[in-house]
Every structure is written in structure tokens, then in C-alpha cells.
């Protein structure tokens, strides 16, 4: 069975903070990883997606890929209140399915 | 460009009867998806198409579930009968395809909020 897992939070930062959302997958063979973001009775909207070891930046959010260690993080700089919600972590097995995390709420305190 | 479009935005039915959801994706992509997703958890795939052809349908109901999409365009799933357990959101989403970076970026549309009672 192919996982993706994510700490479910909730994950509170104050705002003007470096927010860390971490995911782990279990498919060595997996190739692309991407970010979602849901804000609550929304549907989930791509933030990003990597398929490199590395870091990939775009604008405040920054994801950052280690497939030895098989997982993905997103950084979120300069955390404002607008920027909670809940952060889906999806991983492509190859077949152009996305295997999805459950999410990690995130609350950022004014 | 129009992203994915839904149509109904909310739905309220009593348990057994039928309920029809509809989806328009954006122009262009080939790949169209349905999940499902509950409170607190991540989607759930129920069946995705390339073009007309329904490639992955393992995790759909078929004893109450249909999907269908004419011509490769516009799809539309179906629950009949619903039980409480469908309250849900059901959730439409389009890929590119083909094999450039990103083909497999899935963009969602709003959702249908379903309510069984």
C-alpha cells in the first residue's frame, strides 16, 4: 500500500514566522511531489510542485525534496493569517495518480 | 482561461434516492479525476479518464456509483441509491497530460457539497 503521510497539526506559528510543513511517502519509485493549499469549505489550489532533490522557491513558500530520506517539506517565510489553512502533500506514482496525504492544518496567530 | 466548473455547488437528497453530479474541465485537458473527500482526510480517488476512457476506476462503488464522460469533454457521476455514508464533497479535477513537466498537475474545481439525510 502506497502512503503519504502528514502530521495532522494543528501546526500554529505566530505570523512573520518560518512555517514547516513536513511529508513523508513510501513509494521509492514515486517522481513528482506537489503541494496543495485548502482553505476550509474550499476546494484544494496547487501551491507547488518538485521533482528534484532540492529546494524549489516561489516567492514565500519554498519546497524542498530529499528522495533518500523520502520525504518533501514546504517552508512558508514572513507566515501571514491568511496563509492558514490546510496543506495537502500529494506524490505521483508514476501513472498520473496522486497519492494524497491527509493534511496539515496549519493556524497562523496574528 | 475558465478553470474546472461543477455544477451543483450543494446537494441535499433523503437516502435512496439518485443524485447526479456534473463537471466541465478546463479546455484543453485530457485528464479528468473524481474524488471523494471527508472531513479531515485528503481526497479519494473514484475514477479517472483519458479522454473517454475510464483508465482507473478500482475505487469506485459500482453497485451505486456510475461516471460517464461523452465525447472526452464534460463528465458526469452518478449515485444510485445514496446511503448517509456518501455525505461528502465530490471533487472534479483536469491534468494536461501529455509528457512535459507538470502534465500531471491536477486542478480542481469547487466542489459539490452532498448531504444525505
Known amino acids: 500500500q502506497k502512503e503519504v503521510e502528514q502530521n495532522s497539526g494543528p501546526l500554529s506559528v505566530p505570523e512573520g514566522a518560518i512555517a514547516s510543513l513536513n511529508c513523508t511517502y513510501s513509494?521509492?519509485?514515486?517522481?513528482?511531489f506537489f503541494w496543495y493549499r485548502q482553505y476550509s469549505g474550499k476546494s484544494p489550489e496547487l501551491i507547488m510542485f518538485?521533482?528534484s532533490n532540492g529546494d524549489k522557491e516561489d516567492g514565500r513558500f519554498t519546497a524542498q525534496l530529499n528522495k533518500a530520506s523520502q520525504y518533501v517539506s514546504l517552508l512558508i517565510r514572513d507566515s501571514q493569517p491568511s496563509d492558514s489553512a490546510t496543506y495537502l502533500c500529494?506524490?505521483?506514482?508514476?501513472?498520473?495518480?496522486?497519492?494524497w496525504g491527509a493534511g496539515t492544518k496549519l493556524i497562523i496567530k496574528p | 482561461e475558465a478553470g474546472v466548473v461543477q455544477s451543483p455547488r450543494y446537494k441535499i437528497i433523503e437516502k435512496k434516492q439518485p443524485v447526479a453530479f456534473w463537471c466541465n474541465p478546463i479546455?484543453?485537458?485530457?485528464?479528468l479525476y473524481w474524488y471523494r473527500q471527508n472531513l479531515g482526510q485528503g481526497p479519494e480517488l473514484l475514477i479517472r479518464?483519458?479522454?473517454?476512457?475510464?483508465?482507473?476506476d478500482s475505487q469506485l462503488p459500482k453497485d451505486r456509483f456510475s461516471a460517464e464522460r461523452l465525447k472526452g469533454v464534460d463528465s458526469t457521476l452518478k449515485i444510485q441509491p445514496a446511503e448517509l455514508g456518501d455525505s461528502a464533497v465530490y471533487l472534479c479535477?483536469?491534468?494536461?497530460?501529455?509528457?512535459?513537466?507538470?502534465?500531471?498537475?491536477?486542478?480542481f474545481g469547487p466542489g459539490t457539497r452532498l448531504l444525505v439525510l
Open positions: 479535477a483536469s491534468s494536461p497530460g501529455g509528457r512535459l513537466a507538470g502534465a500531471e498537475t491536477q486542478y
Open positions: 479546455s484543453g485537458h485530457n485528464t
Open positions: 479518464y483519458e479522454n473517454e476512457e475510464a483508465v482507473d
Open positions: 513509494d521509492r519509485g514515486s517522481q513528482s
Open positions: 518538485i521533482y
Open positions: 500529494a506524490v505521483n506514482n508514476g501513472n498520473y495518480q496522486l497519492i
